[in-house]
């Protein structure tokens, strides 16, 4: 394990700025893709695994030269945090896609179509997995799309209900974790966006579902929640709590990730999950401004008041996927900086 000793260790959600020679960051930044979008990559398929390693060492350096503790692959080969390894599994119909209310509520989005048994038959995130434990001595974390979120990101027209296909896709994504484990993860954190969104249906199975993901899994585990993504949901449309967090006690992830910096999250609802670490988010990523650490180091203090400094680590609210990278690349070394100087404090 290469996970650091110390209190208030530092991490990332998971996504870093893909570079502009990579992608089209205005498509991009146009909608979250749930079925494939191709058409992002700015290189030619021969080339486009070349292309995407070299860039996903300038992210994990990044991190490091932040200052980071334990660094992702920056998920540069995926056009979003779910659709890679939602699209790549048998039972899913990518090519034909349904149109379904999106998570906003307000436009139609285009997802894939279950239209038979979803099966794993091949490893789609081990690769990733192998690269970044080769290109670094941080503690190392990957992230999957969570079972619940999949389930609702997707047109059901083949089980009897949305826990069904909840509950296959969580048996998909547990044969994917065993084998990042293997592959030397230090930690593994599943992406649950959507609890928040469907509370009810979240009350009724997505803790069952959430566990069978992470069923065997030994290495320290991570359910995060966020009120989407700063660049595609403005602040002023966030609510200020969430609607489904107290229930994650009874998961068996170790840690909770959640946003709280722009959405000001009144912190009391920590309490709710006495047994978890807290992955706790505290740069904003709807502002364009780097903030400064003292900045930073008041938020963290502030989560001091709520949790332990040894369930503490400290995150930004969400990916950073749609961020300028000078201005990511800032906050996170505002972040490290920040969790030093409040280490020192607390001795």
Sequence with gaps: MNLPKHLLPTTVVGSYPQPDWLVDRAMLSKSVPRTRMHEMWRLPAEHLEQAQDDATVVAIRDMERAGIDIVTDGEIRRESY???????LEGVDADNPAMIVARTGNTKTAVPRVVGKIKRTAPVELRDMQFLRQNTDRGAKITLPGPFTMSQQAR???YKDEEELAMAFAEAVNAEALDLQKAGADVIQLDEPWVRNNPDLAKRYAVKAINRALQGITVPTVVHLCFGYAAVVPGSSKPAGYSFLGELDDT????ISIEAAQPRLDLGVLKDLSSKKIMLGVLD????NVETAAV???RIRNGLKHVPADRLVVAPDCGMKYMPRQVAFGKLKAMAEAAATVR????
Excluded: C, H, M, Y
Aim: proline content about 4%.
């Design 82 to 88: 779910s659709n890679r390894f939602a699209t790549a």
């Design 156 to 158: 059901n027209e083949f």
């Design 252 to 255: 068996i992830a170790e840690q």
């Design 285 to 288: 990523l709807g502002d364009p």
């Design 296 to 298: 930073v180091a008041e």
């Design 344 to 347: 020192k404090e607390i001795g």
